[in-house]
């Protein structure tokens, strides 16, 4: 008895510490983002740890080869009774018609069909009820408030910004307009932006690689912009910082509803 006791808490152990390791892999790996722009298509890939995957375009589903098509066909064609069989003998056809063509009205309410009674299922009819709409007019807030959950939002931003990395920052520009003195005075403007964003994006963000460059094109007639940017942040921070920004608006909402039943 005392061996199978130690059994099971050895079992259960096991699964406890490997759902814990599990665990702290979750939250020791980073979470990434990723958006791209190529060729004018659009790219979003979500990932966490090794894992990726793309949210933006969808993938293409894979079309079904008619090897399967021919299958199924051959299956229905098989399971469906013959012409001869569907067909009723001629000495059940005709009490069967003469049945039909008399009708017996219900007397009880048990006996009325499904359409007369209703629908038996009364949760069904609760789900094609139309949603009440959220009246903004109920929400009043003061302009202190606002300012507070204003502070608050600016905070979080903050946070989340020294947490987060961007582990890649490329983007490549071409300015082209088709005529030559238009293309230098718009390669001069861009080049002066991108010049004046470079050292405020790495005032404001970690950037561990980083790859800004505008050319221009006098033998096009459009610009082209192309970029690839990855964020990343480990699981644990963003829960850390999710959970404090959460109970501090939590306990700013709870103060605001003391003030307004006092008022």
């Known amino acids: ?29 980073p979470v990434r983002l990723r958006l791209a722009l190529q060729e004018g298509t659009f790219f979003l890939w979500a990932g966490l740890g090794p894992f990726r995957l793309r949210l933006l375009p969808p993938k293409p589903k894979k079309k079904k080869g008619h090897r399967r098509k021919k299958r ?11 012409a001869s069989e569907k067909r009723p003998p ?25 359409s007369e009674k209703g629908d038996p299922n ?17 929400i009043k807030l003061t302009v202190q408030q606002l300012t507070d959950y204003a502070r608050l939002a600016l905070d979080a931003m ?3 910004r020294r947490r987060i990395q961007v582990r890649r920052l490329q983007i490549h520009a071409v300015i082209a ?45 459009e ?12 699981t644990i921070r963003l829960l850390v910082i999710g959970l404090r920004i959460g109970l501090r608006f939590w306990k700013q909402y709870k103060e605001n509803q003391e003030k307004a039943v006092l008022l």
């Open 1 to 29: 008895m005392i061996e199978i006791l130690l059994t099971i808490l050895l079992i259960f152990a096991g699964l406890l510490g490997a759902l814990l390791l599990m665990l702290l892999v979750v939250l020791l790996s």
């Open 72 to 82: 199924r066909r051959k299956a229905r064609a098989s399971a469906a009774p013959s």
């Open 90 to 114: 001629a000495a059940q056809a005709e009490p069967a018609q003469k049945q039909s063509a008399v009708r017996v009205e219900p007397e009880t309410p048990e006996e009325r069909p499904v």
């Open 122 to 138: 009364p949760r069904r009819s609760k789900r094609f009820q139309p949603r009440k709409k959220l009246d903004f007019n109920q």
């Open 158 to 160: 903050g946070q989340l």
């Open 177 to 221: 307009t088709g005529d030559a003195s238009s293309t230098a005075m718009a390669f001069g403007s861009a080049a002066a932006a991108f010049g004046l964003l470079e050292p405020l994006l790495e005032e404001k963000f970690r950037i561990k690689r980083r790859d800004i460059a505008v050319d221009c094109a006098f033998d096009r007639t």
């Open 223 to 234: 610009s082209t912009v192309e970029f690839d940017i990855e964020f990343s942040a480990l």
